[in-house]
């Protein structure tokens, strides 16, 4: 299973974006995936997640009502829809798979739960 996340890269705050995130190889149907990201000079933080069918979503608080998990036809394709970009949204943004597990509800937001990542894609907001 590999990832490949792409989308980023220079806009200015208050634009909006789409990041992408398809998959090549198994799916689980569900599975979960999510949106991490690693703003400079910070860990790297869980932004948003979804099962794999686009159930049971969570975001982040510093980005809810902003930023959105999604998906469309497009096969094994997830987006990250980001609106109303701040230049603190400036980050390496990574997509995460997790296998289908039953403590999703508890540990969405936990970097261990998930076993393949993308490469990372770069989001910078000028202001």
């Known amino acids: 299973v590999q990832l490949q996340a792409s989308g980023g890269g220079l806009v200015q705050a208050g634009d909006s974006l789409r990041l992408s995130c398809v998959v090549s190889?198994?799916?689980?149907?569900?599975?979960?995936v999510a949106w991490f990201r690693q703003r400079p000079g910070k860990e790297r933080e869980f932004v948003a997640s979804?099962?794999?069918?686009?159930?049971?979503?969570y975001t982040a608080e510093s980005v809810k009502g902003r930023f959105t998990i999604s998906k469309d036809n497009a096969p094994k394709t997830r987006y990250l829809l980001m609106n109303a970009v701040k230049p603190e949204d400036t980050a390496i943004y990574y997509c995460?798979?997790?296998?289908?597990?039953?403590?999703?509800?508890?540990?969405?937001?936990?970097?261990?739960?998930?076993?393949?990542w993308g490469q990372g894609t770069l989001v910078t907001v000028s202001s």
């Open positions: 979804s099962i794999w069918t686009g159930d049971n979503t």
């Open positions: 190889g198994r799916t689980f149907s569900s599975g979960s």
């Open positions: 995460a798979l997790a296998l289908p597990k039953t403590t999703y509800s508890r540990d969405y937001a936990k970097q261990e739960f998930y076993k393949y």
